[in-house]
């Protein structure tokens, strides 16, 4: 366990803050702030999104595609679970308030490597059995043309998300539940094990139909709790404000040591919740019906907002408003004895049932983003089945190992994965922003925005899944 935590500590204190808020920061100014500017095109895509299937716009699509809606609530349901309710918990804890703040900048910052590689997931993506598929590995063998690179990632992203990921939720059901009701992790586990395995074996079609109906209501439920919280305590909130800015950047925190571990478990936390640049929605992206790849781009950028600034923000909140942040609790006993301070005993069981759907939707997302990597390296049935017993097995494993062990493992894969698809972002993105600017360019000439593939020639064999050029779709 001591080696884990020295990798852990290395490669996040002295790699990749550094890297992701770089990366981050050099795509924001070289899209004169997507993530921001474009904010009001990104709802009224959303708004708009149940119409797509309608749309003349949308290119040839296989059947059994899925909408630009669900692919949004597919990524959304592997954003939303532990990390927005046990991991803020733990960033508190160890990196103190202040870690709130560099959550915050991860989200507003980082939503730039959100739309980057969601859009170049879209440019990249291929015809699939029944739906699109693409990502970071399709993007890097296709854009970069390395196929040890591609097949780095895609094995970096199915051990962390298909196993490494699903062990934390697994533990964080386990722990919630015990502390609720006192059930033993063994049933929990199996439990939790059984009803993976019954979801994950009906394909994407299933899961984001799943994902469309519990993710919304749950997140929407959980903030209004964490708005009565707020507004119960309004007098002590300009406190709670003063307390996060004060802590990351205050004097005495950067003497003490505590103004980088605020950073540092900021970052980490924040981006094990938004997964921004982490490449793993991108996966998700790719399977929407859109006219043009930076549609899903900015509606993926949405999800970071949606993630950190309103489900991360009402957990910390919550902890903070109470005033119980320091009582030598940690994870999502935290979050739970905190909202039972200020609503009662029910608290506890909410957060355990809120957490048991965000972690199940979420442990079903991630199964997917491994079977659509695994399908990349090798498109046979045969490496599926074993692969969701493993998923299986790992869900029990997390859910009988302590909270420690699950969360190092997930932080030191997530590097790594990370790493891969930054590196990939910074050659590959100056195609995302070409697609940019012919997208706002449409957009000023009063277009609903559509892309071929003659857009940019020079790969245009490799983006083959777009029309070539309008003449060819109309004949269509």
């Known amino acids: 366990m001591k080696i884990i935590e020295l990798i852990n500590d290395w490669l996040w204190t002295y790699l990749m803050v550094g890297v992701l808020l770089g990366t981050a920061l050099y795509f924001t100014i070289r899209s004169r702030g997507v993530q921001f500017s474009m904010i009001p095109e990104m709802l009224r895509l959303l708004f708009e999104s149940g119409k797509s299937h309608n749309n003349p716009n949308i290119h040839d699509k296989p059947g059994h595609t899925i909408s630009s809606f669900q692919a949004?609530?597919?990524?959304?349901?592997?954003?939303?679970?532990?990390?927005?309710?046990?991991?803020?918990?733990?960033?508190?804890?160890?990196?103190?308030?202040?870690?709130?703040?560099?959550?915050?900048?991860?989200?507003?910052?980082?939503?730039?490597?959100?739309?980057?590689?969601?859009?170049?997931?879209?440019?990249?993506?291929?015809?699939?059995?029944?739906?699109?598929?693409?990502?970071?590995?399709?993007?890097?063998?296709?854009?970069?043309?390395?196929?040890?690179?591609?097949w780095t990632f895609a094995i970096l992203i199915t051990l962390t998300f298909g196993l490494a990921f699903n062990t934390v939720q697994a533990n964080t059901i386990t722990v919630a539940f015990e502390s609720a009701f006192g059930i033993p992790a063994l049933w929990m586990g199996i439990t939790t094990t059984a009803l993976t395995?019954?979801?994950?074996?009906?394909?994407v079609q299933r899961i984001s139909k799943v994902n469309q109906i519990i993710v919304p209501i749950m997140a929407l439920m959980y903030i209004l709790l964490a708005i009565y919280v707020i507004i119960a305590n309004i007098t002590a909130f300009p406190a709670v404000m003063k307390l996060i800015v004060s802590n990351a950047f205050g004097f005495d925190q950067a003497m003490g040591g505590t103004f980088g571990m605020a950073m540092i478990l900021g970052v980490k936390r924040g981006l094990f919740s938004n997964e921004a640049g982490e490449g793993s929605t991108?996966?998700?992206?790719?399977?929407?019906?859109?006219?043009?790849?930076?549609?899903?781009?900015?509606?993926?950028?949405?999800?970071?907002?949606?993630?950190?600034?309103?489900?991360?923000?009402?957990?910390?909140?919550?902890?903070?408003?109470?005033?119980?942040?320091?009582?030598?609790?940690?994870?999502?006993?935290?979050?739970?004895?905190?909202?039972?301070?200020q609503v009662?005993?029910?608290?506890?069981?909410?957060?355990?049932?809120?957490?048991?759907?965000?972690?199940?939707?979420?442990?079903?997302?991630?199964?997917?983003?491994?079977?659509?990597?695994?399908?990349?390296?090798?498109?046979?049935?045969?490496?599926?089945y074993p692969f969701r017993i493993i998923v299986g097995t790992m869900v029990m494993v997390g859910a009988l190992s302590t909270l420690e062990f699950v969360w190092a493992i997930s932080d030191i894969?997530?590097?790594?994965?990370?790493?891969?698809?930054?590196?990939?972002?910074?050659?590959?993105?100056?195609?995302?922003?070409?697609?940019?600017?012919?997208?706002?360019?449409?957009?000023?000439?009063?277009?609903?925005?559509?892309?071929?593939?003659s857009t940019i020639p020079e790969i245009a064999e490799e983006t083959a899944c777009w029309p070539f050029e309008k003449e060819n779709t109309q004949k269509n």
């Open 72 to 150: 949004f609530t597919l990524s959304l349901a592997s954003r939303v679970g532990t990390g927005n309710i046990a991991g803020v918990a733990i960033a508190i804890v160890l990196g103190g308030p202040g870690a709130v703040f560099w959550m915050w900048v991860v989200a507003f910052i980082g939503s730039a490597n959100a739309f980057v590689e969601s859009t170049l997931a879209q440019l990249f993506k291929v015809k699939g059995h029944n739906s699109f598929r693409g990502g970071p590995a399709y993007y890097i063998q296709k854009g970069i043309g390395k196929k040890w690179w591609s």
């Open 344 to 384: 009662g005993k029910a608290a506890t069981w909410f957060i355990a049932i809120a957490v048991y759907l965000f972690a199940m939707t979420s442990i079903i997302a991630n199964y997917y983003y491994g079977e659509t990597n695994l399908n990349f390296i090798h498109q046979s049935r045969s490496i599926i």
């Open 282 to 341: 991108p996966n998700a992206a790719a399977t929407a019906a859109v006219s043009h790849p930076v549609k899903q781009g900015l509606i993926q950028t949405l999800g970071v907002y949606t993630d950190t600034l309103l489900v991360c923000t009402a957990t910390a909140f919550i902890i903070l408003c109470s005033g119980v942040f320091d009582c030598g609790l940690t994870g999502i006993e935290l979050t739970q004895y905190a909202l039972e301070t």
């Open 197 to 203: 395995l019954i979801v994950i074996c009906g394909g």
């Open 413 to 453: 894969t997530m590097g790594m994965m990370t790493l891969c698809n930054i590196m990939a972002l910074l050659f590959l993105g100056k195609y995302a922003m070409r697609l940019l600017a012919d997208y706002r360019h449409q957009l000023k000439e009063g277009k609903d925005p559509v892309y071929y593939s």
